[in-house]
């Protein structure tokens, strides 16, 4: 019987999961489709019942549920429980099983990070919290955490057991690290970064999650003084894949999708 799965939030028609999961399926001869569904904020959990009775396989939960989902599952995997979110569900023999991608499919994306890397954060939100988690499932530990707002850079950075350090602190170690991620929404719709005067290196690399504009301030003065840079996309292309891993046991392939995503941003 042909499978189906869908990306609950609210808003949606902007989400480009439909576009890559059906491109996905079809590369891998998968009978299968995805579909967007705009949720109503207090309908959550009456859609995911209706989803079991409909006979869904999985779906994304994407902004505003990926907290509030975790009470209407039957199951969380270790990925979910320590972002305290989640952005996949599976399911498995009956049961919805909650699973966080977000942060695993940006590390997966990044070059050459191994137990030694050294990573600063900057930002200190729920889109860092998934990262850290992350970081912390893979066994990387040398982490330091940088936020506007101190006290929830070392409240984040307590819980799991890496540094924290104020912005003005980092500029003098700055070069030190050989990964930075971006992790505020600072540069969406401002010519704004959260670093005042980095310091790169030609051996450092940036991320930020933000992939519209494709260049931040950030990633421009980062790639200006040499460094590698890598944007958002390699996070929501990476969650993806993770997620249709989840659902189909089968690794896709990224570039084709990438260069759709270039092309309808472009
Ligand atoms: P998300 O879930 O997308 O991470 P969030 O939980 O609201 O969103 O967190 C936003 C992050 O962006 C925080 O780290 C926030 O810093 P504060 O904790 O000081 O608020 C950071 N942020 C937002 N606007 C910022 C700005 N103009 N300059 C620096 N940091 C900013």
Redesign the pocket.
């Known amino acids: 019987m042909k499978k189906w799965y869908a990306v609950l939030g609210n808003p949606i028609h902007h989400s480009i999961s439909p576009k890559m999961h059906d491109l996905w399926f079809q590369q891998n001869a998968i009978d299968a489709s995805y579909i967007p569904i705009f949720v109503e904020r207090d309908k959550l959990q009456e859609t995911v019942v209706s989803l079991a009775l409909l006979g869904c396989s999985g779906f994304n939960v994407t902004v505003p549920f990926k907290e509030e989902i975790i009470a209407y599952l039957d199951e969380l995997d270790a990925s979910a429980a320590l972002a305290g979110a989640v952005n996949t569900v599976v399911r498995r023999d009956g049961k919805w099983v909650g699973y966080n991608t977000d942060g695993l499919g940006l590390l997966a994306n990044i070059p050459n990070l191994s137990h030694d890397s050294r990573v600063l954060l900057?930002?200190?939100?729920?889109?860092?919290?998934g990262i850290v988690a992350a970081l912390s499932q893979k066994g990387i530990k040398d982490v330091t955490i940088t936020?506007?707002?101190s006290e929830?850079?070392s409240r984040l950075a307590q819980e799991f057991e890496v540094n924290e350090m104020n912005l003005s602190e980092v500029s003098a170690i700055f070069s030190t690290f050989d990964v930075v991620i971006q992790?505020?929404?600072?540069g969406m719709d401002?010519l704004?970064t959260?670093l005042s005067n980095p310091n790169w290196t030609s051996s450092m690399l940036a991320v930020d999650i933000i992939y519209s504009p494709p260049e931040t301030v950030f990633l421009k003065q980062a790639r200006q003084q040499g460094a590698t840079t890598m944007n958002g996309l390699s996070m929501l292309i990476g969650q993806g894949a993770l997620a249709f891993e989840l659902w189909t046991g089968i690794q896709p392939d990224q570039q084709e999708i990438r260069k759709t995503i270039f092309r309808h941003e472009g």
């Open positions: 900057v930002g200190a939100g729920g889109a860092a919290r936020n506007r707002t929830k850079a992790t505020t929404s600072v401002s704004e959260p």
